[in-house]
C-alpha cells in the first residue's frame, strides 16, 4: 500500500465517513454452522461499525489438495468508518478470538476464515492486504452468498456480483438455510 492510498483510507475514517463493506465467513470444524453463526455476532461488535446483511449459509467442497470436510460459507454486509487495513487488523483480532489456529497446510481446515472482500471503492495491493481479495472473482462460495446481500454490488476493478456469478459454475453449493 502507498503512502497515499494509506492516507486516504485513514482520511475517510478521521471524517466519520460510513463506507460498505463485505466480509467473506467460512468454516468446516467444530460445527461450521455455529462457527459462522459465532463469526455474524462477533461482527455486529466490531468497533465503528455496523453488521447490516447477512446472506444464507452455503455448504461447499472445500478448495485444494488436502483431503477434508465440507466448508459452511456465509457473507455479511458492513458499514464501516475504519480503513481497509484497520478492518482487516480487526476480522484478524475476530478470528483468533473464535479459536482460529493457523491451518498446518494452506487451504486446510479451520474454525473460522473471515476474509475482507470489498471495502467501498478501495484497491490496495500490498503484501499484508489486498483489497478487493484477489480470489473473488473465481469463488462460487465467496460470490453466490455476495450475490444474496447484494447481487448489483460492482467489485472495484472487477466487475458486478451478479455478471461474475453467470461466469463460473455454482452448482457444488448448496444452501443450508431458510
Known sequence: MTTTERDESRAH???GTWIPA??????NLDDPRL??????????????????????CYRSRPMGPVAQADFVNAAAGLLTQLDAPTLLDALKTLESQLGRAAPVVRWGPRRIDLDLLVHGSTRLQAPAIQ???????????????LCDLSPSLVVPGVGRVSGLLRRIDASGLERIDA
Open 13 to 15: 475514517s478521521e471524517r
Open 131 to 145: 483489497v478487493p481479495h484477489p480470489g473473488i472473482a473465481e469463488r462460487a462460495f465467496v460470490l453466490v452468498p
Open 35 to 56: 462457527q459462522v453463526e459465532r463469526a455474524f455476532e462477533a461482527l455486529e461488535r466490531l468497533p465503528l461499525s455496523r453488521l447490516l446483511l447477512r446472506s444464507h
Open 22 to 27: 463485505y466480509v467473506a465467513l467460512g468454516s
